[in-house]
């Protein structure tokens, strides 16, 4: 038993390695997309001083720790982005191998967590989703209903969930053009698209929910610091108006439905 135990371990920490290189590959593709640079050819660079980095500075969370999070030859500030998203996708890899029992489909969903972590991502540095990566989601998605729907208990693809694209795609992209892009991004819908597919109807509008509660919760915890922030330094005001990225809520809201299998109705009646 304890033995056991010791090679799970092993096992997980070995999966959480991949997940953090998997992720420092995942930050080259947020800050190469749309410079022109390719993603997959060519050296990486520190961004202030134009060196190429060494290869002992491109450890996964172990070299920002050793280098205390700066370039070593300009000494600038490398962001807290690499660690984070390096640890998150190490974390997301243990749970999807948790979740899946079949070997195709954990390598389909690492690569749909891969590809939602990039959007994420992307969205917080840029407020913009791609539309590369968002169709392509949206492509894969179509193939989770698919596969779902051969082993539910009710057989076959259920008409909801397989409108549940097109129904949240045109919630979403109503709200973008009512408000003239003010309350909601386009990109926002056609996320909400591939959510609809990837978690059927009622996953797709639990996701949603909760990724409009994370997301109030964030604007006024953000408002909060900053008052705070104000009262010692002139920074810039942040209000209900201020433009925050809703892609990431929207993600964190189907990883947590997706993994956690949150009934997000039954919380609603609790509260």
Request: aromatic share 16%; net charge positive; glycine share 8%.
């Amino acid at each position: 038993m304890v033995e056991y135990q010791v090679m799970e371990t092993i096992f997980y920490i070995s999966i959480f390695i991949f997940g953090a290189i998997i992720g420092s590959f995942l930050n080259v593709v947020v800050y190469r997309l749309g410079t022109g640079m390719s993603i997959v050819r060519g050296r990486s660079i520190c961004f202030s001083c134009g060196r190429k980095l060494q290869w002992y500075e491109l450890i996964p969370i172990v070299s920002f720790v050793i280098q205390r999070g700066k370039c070593s030859n300009c000494k600038s500030k490398i962001s807290l982005q690499y660690p984070i998203v390096e640890i998150i996708t190490g974390l997301v890899f243990i749970l999807v191998f948790i979740k899946s029992s079949s070997l195709f489909f954990t390598a389909y969903l690492l690569v749909i967590m891969s590809i939602l972590l990039i959007i994420a991502v992307y969205d917080v540095r840029h407020k913009i989703i791609p539309n590369g990566f968002v169709y392509a989601f949206i492509t894969l998605s179509l193939f989770s209903l698919i596969w779902t729907s051969n082993f539910s208990a009710l057989g076959g693809i259920q008409i909801w969930d397989m409108l549940a694209g097109l129904i949240l795609f045109l919630s979403f992209a109503a709200l973008w053009f009512f408000s003239r892009g003010t309350w909601m991004g386009l990109g926002d819908a056609k996320l909400s698209w591939g959510i609809g597919w990837f978690l059927g109807l009622y996953g797709g509008i639990s996701a949603i929910i909760l990724a409009f509660w994370i997301g109030a919760i964030w604007g006024l915890l953000m408002i909060m610091l900053n008052r705070i922030e104000r009262l010692f330094l002139n920074t810039k005001t942040i209000t209900m108006k201020s433009e925050i990225p809703f892609g990431p809520f929207l993600i964190l809201g189907t990883l947590l439905i997706f993994f956690f299998n949150i009934d997000i109705f039954t919380l609603t009646q609790i509260f």
